[in-house]
């Protein structure tokens, strides 16, 4: 993964006649086009200035009543809840009424580019200035494309689609996932006029959606199918919505991590070859037990990341993934590399891996585990990320660690490993971010919710995720290069906690004990279930439980 170290910020003054407003053109430094960026700008006071033509954006997430909620883009600013200030976007050219005076600006462009700083006075005839912004990851070269899988911006009509694309094309998202959401009850927030791609400014807008989405069985997150899927009869049978998703050229698994609620739906869908995507990193915060401990029982599943934008702090692509594809970029090569296992994640840092010159997603078949050719790379900005280690995971452990808190950009391994079984490896690498904190908090009812969701969870990670003050990590992690040796069998894993919560989830469906399931009326918008619901679907899920349970107990004494 080659990398440019720094960025060169010009900005050239031009002195025109007075009168006008005054014009800001952002030109990508190796292209020398325009290209939409998001805009921090400030006056002498930290007053925010918003560009006249800024694009229209939706950052509202649970506060209009249906259908209006996520329904379209409106605003013409956000505020950045990890620079404590309101920004805004434009394509390429914003215009600006500015009083004479000193101004702060700050050009982002995703996590690929680096962040144009810049101080300037405007005079009287000061009418038109130009910055340059520069990427420092050349990721695309080598066929990585970058996607946040987890965004509920709305569109009703195709009207709207110019203005998301350039708006995710100013985050440098190469492809947007564009979830509409439901819940037993509707099926109507970020609603998607189509379910067809979106093609411009090179990237992609790909509907998918969060749907079905309880507190009972966590919420699903499925991707690229060519239309919408709404089981609402047998809602709380996530494998009706997991199947009809397949044959539309989709894929699923579950956001938020897997925790909390989300394992009792991965416990009786993942023996059907339903979870095939886990979102890991989200907020800020990378949580792996549950992807683990699955990979671990054998299961092979990609890793994703995304911001739940708007509904979660953050702004689009701050957490995103990574997908290495073959041919152009389309929805069907983002499915078929994720359902391959060609992905990383990150909220910053960009990671590469290889086993024997076989890379991410790879399943190796060796005769040896003595002496194999690792290879790998961290590149970051040193002007956000300041990272501290890069850990090689084997079966989930920790088995070789580098300290590259006083090395620079990039970070290159290229050494022999051995491996004392079969299994998986992956790279995993950690650091702070520079210049961020968390300066807002969620409303009283989503930490509330947020709460309970991570109940029982073992997640230091992100604890007091919904404070704000707190000094925020920068994380990569890629999916697992999976081997497989008759010298050294992957040992067995135990499935205990697996059935426990099938146990648990048999015994709620039996004893009718729903109350824990049922739709929450302190909370707008329930992700809750009906009783009347859960009975009418209870044999069925009965029966998942025992096909669940006997597939568990099989992974666990598998050699």
């Not at 009786?268 to 095939?276: I, M, R, S, Y």
């Not at 490993?417 to 992956?426: E, K, N």
């Amino acid at each position: 993964m080659r990398t440019t170290v720094f960025a060169i910020l010009s900005v050239l003054i031009s002195q025109l006649s007075w009168g006008e407003p005054v014009t800001i053109r952002f030109v990508d430094k190796s292209s020398e086009a325009l290209t939409p960026v998001r805009v921090e700008l400030l006056d002498e006071g930290n007053e925010p200035v918003i560009a006249e033509n800024a694009i229209p954006i939706s950052s509202d997430c649970a506060l209009a009543p249906l259908p209006s909620w996520l329904a379209q883009p409106a605003k013409r600013s956000l505020l950045n809840p990890f620079t404590g200030t309101y920004q805004h976007y434009v394509d390429g050219v914003g215009r600006y009424e500015l009083e004479s005076g000193t101004y702060y600006l700050r050009a982002f462009k995703g996590t690929e580019y680096k962040v144009a700083n810049r101080e300037f006075v405007v005079s009287e005839h000061t009418t038109q200035f130009y910055v340059e912004v520069e990427q420092w990851s050349e990721s695309a070269e080598e066929s990585w494309v970058s996607s946040d899988v987890h965004l509920h911006i709305g569109r009703v009509s195709p009207d709207h689609d110019g203005n998301v694309t350039k708006w995710m094309a100013a985050e440098g998202l190469q492809i947007s996932n564009l979830l509409q959401m439901g819940a037993l009850t509707h099926f109507a927030a970020a609603p998607q006029y189509s379910f067809d791609d979106v093609r411009g400014l090179g990237s992609l807008l790909v509907p998918g959606q969060e749907h079905p989405r309880t507190h009972l069985l966590g919420h699903s997150l499925s991707l690229g199918a060519t239309r919408a899927v709404d089981e609402r009869s047998s809602y709380i049978q996530y494998d009706r919505t997991f199947r009809q998703v397949r044959s539309a050229g989709g894929i699923s698994g579950f956001a938020h991590w897997g925790a909390g609620p989300s394992k009792d739906g991965i416990a009786l869908n993942a023996h059907l070859g339903n979870v095939e995507i886990l979102e890991v990193l989200g907020v800020g915060a990378l949580y792996v037990d549950t992807w683990y401990e699955l990979l671990n029982l054998g299961f092979e599943i990609a890793a994703v990341g995304g911001t739940d934008f708007p509904c979660l702090a953050g702004v689009p692509g701050r957490e995103r993934t990574y997908i290495q594809v073959d041919k152009d970029l389309s929805r069907e090569g983002m499915v078929d590399s994720l359902r391959q296992g060609r992905s990383f994640v990150t909220n910053g840092p960009m990671l590469s891996l290889s086993l024997e010159g076989q890379g991410i997603g790879a399943r190796l078949e060796l005769d040896k585990l003595d002496n194999l050719r690792l290879q790998g790379e961290l590149g970051y900005d040193e002007d956000r990320d300041a990272m501290h280690v890069v850990e090689l995971i084997h079966n989930g452990e920790v088995i070789r660690a580098w300290d590259v808190s006083s090395k620079l950009s990039p970070f290159q391994i290229d050494e022999g490993v051995s491996l004392s079984s079969s299994g998986w490896i992956a790279l995993r690498a950690k650091g702070v971010k520079l210049g961020e904190t968390l300066t807002t908090t969620f409303p009283a009812w989503m930490s509330a919710g947020f709460s309970h969701w991570m109940a029982g969870a073992n997640a230091p990670e992100i604890e007091g995720l919904l404070q704000g003050g707190q000094e925020r990590r920068s994380y990569a992690h890629t999916s697992p290069i999976y081997l497989d040796s008759t010298e050294r069998p992957r040992p067995a894993a135990d499935p205990s906690s697996w059935l426990t919560r099938l146990n648990n989830l048999e015994r709620l469906l039996k004893e009718h004990n729903y109350q824990d399931a049922l739709i929450w009326d302190w909370i707008p918008y329930s992700d809750g279930v009906s009783e009347d619901h859960l009975e009418a679907n209870a044999n069925q899920l009965l029966e998942q439980v025992s096909e669940a349970r006997k597939d568990f107990v099989r992974r666990g004494v598998r050699q």
